[in-house]
């Protein structure tokens, strides 16, 4: 007799974090007999892993739960059972009122109990009862993972992610982070360098290390450079990045790895949020303009060809035509590759929320759309001023086009090139010839990086 395995399919939300959680999710419902589906008609587990950030990102998994409630139905006329669950943030801020919400969903859990997920679904299908795990957990997640599926080979791309930190101390004024991922943690450098040498062994030749204020990383006194140095050493990987950096942690040791790792990739994103000192300290960011304008000359002092990225909150309470214009002011100044703007969200339970000087949306509307029209116009600029370069590009994946393959130059630029499929993970020297929206196009030269 043959036993058809269980299906899940997998959806995610947010932030590279929410990428990474649901990747380790993938390994240990595969490590169950689970087989991933692309669509979550007739699965047996259709997980939302979500996100809390904004309002509209919350709201999205709502909408799909609607859709998921008919799934189910049909799912039970076929004879079988759907479970729903939602995981992430959305998961963490809410809790039991997802479930009052949306009758449909099974489990409930946080992006600090998802290593419970195949006792959480085993209490589910026993008792019936809907499931809610919400707490921050004592044991360590990651041991618990490890554990669960540490020895197996991952299914990962060129390039993953591995979040080394996680949670947030800062409390900005307007974000959740800190309520939803939890306090500052760092977790130990010798088990980050085993998750790395297991990804480097599966044909990853690229990490992004991860965390919500990466560089404050200090795992048993180590900080991130000396993390980073570590990493370095695995010869399967070529390739470093982190993401994301608070201003206020970019200490020297850091600024100088850029200039003498050749592995740590020339890309920062390092997010200022507004270019006012009077919303920065609104905002609780604990550091002014000066302050970031200084930490940019230090780190191009360290690495002239550093490409810089960045996040701005548009209409955050109180700002005025003055404070938007200094945002632009600064953004002129910096001169970014590439960067997020967004519009401010109130989210509840955050202290931006209660300010009653909440900027009308008109004019949250045409703020975002002249930052935006100018982060475009740095980032067509930066794209175009790489046009008759060599860059090393890291191959990652077949192009949409035949024959084309699509990878990564050192600044994180997608590059589109004609090759084999046998040059896939490697680092080859790529002349670039032309830019298109958001990618670059070149061809290979012959000589390996
Ligand atoms: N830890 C990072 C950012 C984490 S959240 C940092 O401190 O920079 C990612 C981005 O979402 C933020 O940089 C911010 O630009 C945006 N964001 C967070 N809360 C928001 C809110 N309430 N409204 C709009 N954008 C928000
Ligand atoms: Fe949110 Fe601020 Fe922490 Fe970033 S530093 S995660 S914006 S509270
Ligand atoms: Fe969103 Fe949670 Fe990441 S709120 S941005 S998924 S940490």
């Not at 360098?193 to 990383?217: C, F, W």
């Not at 990225?309 to 590439?338: H, Q, R």
């Amino acid at each position: 007799m043959t036993v058809t395995p269980k299906s899940v399919y997998v959806k995610t939300y947010g932030c590279q974090m929410n990428v990474y959680d649901s990747e380790r999710m993938r390994d240990t419902l595969k490590a169950m007999g689970y087989v991933e589906t692309p669509v979550p008609d007739l699965a047996d587990l259709v997980i939302f892993n979500t996100c809390h950030i904004r309002e509209h990102a919350a709201e999205k998994v709502y909408s799909e739960l609607g859709r998921m409630k008919r799934l189910k139905k049909e799912k039970q006329e076929s004879g079988g059972e759907m479970l729903v669950a939602v995981a992430g943030c959305v998961a963490q801020a809410e809790g039991a009122e997802i479930i009052r919400r949306a009758k449909t969903v099974d489990l409930v859990f946080g992006p600090q109990t998802y290593h419970r997920l195949p006792d959480l679904i085993a209490r589910r299908l026993k008792t019936g009862d809907a499931i809610i795990e919400t707490e921050f957990p004592a044991e360590d997640k990651f041991e618990a993972l490890e554990q669960q599926n540490g020895h197996r080979v991952l299914n990962r791309n060129v390039s993953a992610f591995l979040t080394v930190q996680e949670g947030c101390d800062k409390f900005c004024s307007f974000c959740v982070v800190p309520y939803t991922r939890g306090a500052e943690f760092s977790r130990p450098p010798s088990q980050i360098e085993r998750e790395a040498r297991r990804l480097a062994d599966a044909g990853v030749r690229e990490i992004t290390l991860l965390g919500q204020n990466v560089n404050a990383y200090h795992g048993e006194g180590l900080s991130l450079a000396g993390l980073i140095a570590k990493l370095s050493h695995i010869s399967g990987i070529k390739r470093l990045r982190y993401t994301t950096s608070h201003p206020r942690d970019m200490d020297e040791a850091l600024i100088e790895a850029h200039a003498s790792n050749p592995k740590l990739m020339p890309f920062l994103h390092l997010p200022v949020q507004s270019g006012s000192d009077r919303i920065l300290k609104a905002m609780n960011r604990g550091h002014g303009i000066d302050y970031y304008l200084e930490t940019v000359s230090k780190v191009r002092g360290a690495r002239p060809d550093m490409a810089l990225s960045g996040d701005f909150i548009v209409g955050f309470p109180g700002e005025t035509d003055t404070d938007f214009e200094d945002t632009l002011t600064l953004i002129e100044a910096v001169g970014y590759a590439s960067a997020y703007c967004f519009k401010y969200s109130p989210r509840p339970g955050t202290p931006a929320a209660e300010d009653p000087d909440q900027v009308p949306d008109e004019i949250v509307a045409a703020r975002l759309a002249r930052i935006q029209t100018l982060i475009h116009a740095q980032q067509t600029a930066f794209n175009r001023s790489c046009v008759g370069r060599t860059l090393p590009v890291l191959l990652e994946k077949p192009g949409r086009e035949q024959s084309q393959l699509m990878g990564r130059s050192p600044y994180l630029q997608p590059v589109h090139a004609i090759g084999q499929k046998a040059q896939i993970g490697a680092v080859l020297e790529v002349r670039i010839d032309s830019v298109g929206t958001n990618s670059l196009s070149g061809h290979i030269e012959l000589v390996e990086a």
